[in-house]
Nanobody, 124 residues
């Protein structure tokens, strides 16, 4: 089992930036992909971005392309999500998750370990 802890959420004005961090511990050799998902009140959990630990490939949701950047530090088992030009519709609880799949899949059910989430609120 992989334990995941997110940090870095908060309140920011529209147009501002935040960086959220996810630190993994435990069986960190068991995953290949680390992803970020988000869930707003009354909505389903949706894919945001993911990165492969082995080859560094990334994938983004269309709604965040050009604004969000995912990066990793394999030595620290940590993944970052830099969020720029934030919009009120980015408001959600952001979760990190890990998958042992080789390819980046955007379906939440393919991710086996999840963090507790961190709240990101963007005010207009």
């Amino acid at each position: 089992q992989v334990q995941l802890v997110e940090s870095g959420g908060g309140l920011v004005q529209a147009g501002g930036s935040l960086r959220v961090t996810c630190a993994a511990s435990g069986r960190t050799f068991s995953y290949n992909v680390m992803g970020w998902f988000r869930q707003a009140p009354g909505k389903e959990r949706e894919f945001v971005a993911a990165i492969s630990r082995t080859n560094g490939m990334t994938r983004y949701a269309d709604s965040v392309k050009g604004r969000f950047t995912i990066s990793r530090d394999n030595a620290k088992n940590t993944v970052y999500l830099q969020m720029n030009s934030l919009k009120p519709e980015d408001t959600a609880v952001y979760y990190c998750a890990t998958s042992n799949m080789f390819n980046i899949i955007i379906t939440p059910t393919t991710y086996g370990s999840w963090g507790q989430g961190t709240q990101v609120t963007v005010s207009s």
